[in-house]
């Protein structure tokens, strides 16, 4: 599992001293004009594939990169609904690490009249910021008015669970909880992952067993969305079980898997208890 979790993030043009694969050669009989359907479709391929290399970037760190890449992005925008303002919650969420919380949610104000007809969806996102600049409680009451603005979306209900199960109150989070296992297989690895932190929490012997079923099923999705932050995340949480099960060598070995993730996006707290318990990769201080 753990080669699942160190698997490369980066395509190889992004990596120093890594040759870029070579380009696709078709058949002779292929080389044809291209249509603007084809055109289009090339031109909407090259963007998704820039919007994943950002995401990677993001997951390790690469603040500047990100930069650079949100801007190339911004060319893409008319034809990509939403993109601006993912752009924008992710810039701002950087901007959120050095600065007052405040200031970065401040970038996003205009937003909300904006997306007045998806109800959530701006509480949802700005999350996030408050979790870049360690505000743990303003990520839980962001995801909390997420879900009452729509309190039938299986997706806001899961996350604010999740959010509860790991800042917030543990009633709350087995309340909201209830039956998302059931839900739809996308949520799947998420209510795993809520739930064997629920079992954490609580000292249950079968936390181990769950978080790493949560882990497997987060991989797949991290291969397949870049989903690579909430990942690093509940390995985390899964190297905590296995800590308080007595198996802090396995639990080393997790955490070094996700650690290129993790330094950058872990709560200071978080850190201080990894290093603390013994867990974090050698000669690593954590951040202040």
Do not use: N
């Not at 390790?60 to 190339?72: N, P, Q, S, T």
């Not at 209830?178 to 949520?187: F, T």
């Not at 396995?250 to 990894?274: F, K």
């Amino acid at each position: 599992m753990d080669k699942a979790l160190s698997a490369p993030l980066l395509d190889a043009a992004d990596e120093p001293g890594r040759a870029a694969p070579a380009p696709l050669r078709l058949a002779p009989d292929l080389h044809a004009p291209p249509t603007p359907v084809g055109v289009l479709a090339a031109w909407l391929f090259a963007a998704a594939q820039r919007h994943r290399r950002l995401l990677r970037h993001h997951a390790l760190g690469d603040w500047e990169r990100v930069r650079v890449l949100a801007k190339a992005l911004r060319r893409h925008s008319a034809r990509r609904p939403g993109l601006d303002f993912d752009l924008d919650v992710c810039l701002a969420g950087i901007y959120a690490r050095d600065h007052a919380p405040s200031d970065a949610l401040a970038r996003l104000a205009p937003w909300r009249a904006r997306l007045r007809r998806r109800p959530g969806a701006f509480d949802a996102a700005v999350a996030s910021v408050h979790l870049m600049a360690g505000d743990t409680a303003g990520h839980v009451a962001a995801l909390a008015r997420a879900q009452q603005q729509a309190p039938q979306d299986a997706s806001r209900r899961l996350e604010l669970a999740l959010a509860e199960a790991r800042f917030g109150d543990l009633d709350r989070a087995e309340a909201l909880l209830g039956d998302a296992v059931a839900g739809p297989a996308a949520l799947h690895g998420r209510a795993a992952w809520a739930r064997g932190l629920l079992q954490l929490r609580h000292g249950r012997a079968e936390a181990p067993a769950t978080l790493d079923g949560a882990v497997i099923r987060l991989a797949a999705e991290a291969a397949a969305h870049e989903a690579w932050i909430a990942l690093a995340a509940c390995a985390c949480d899964h190297a905590i079980a296995l800590h308080q099960a007595g198996r802090s060598q396995a639990a080393r070995s997790r955490i070094a898997a996700v650690w290129p993730v993790l330094e950058h996006h872990a709560t200071v707290p978080l850190l201080r208890m990894l290093e603390a318990d013994g867990l974090l990769p050698a000669r690593t201080p954590p951040k202040t």
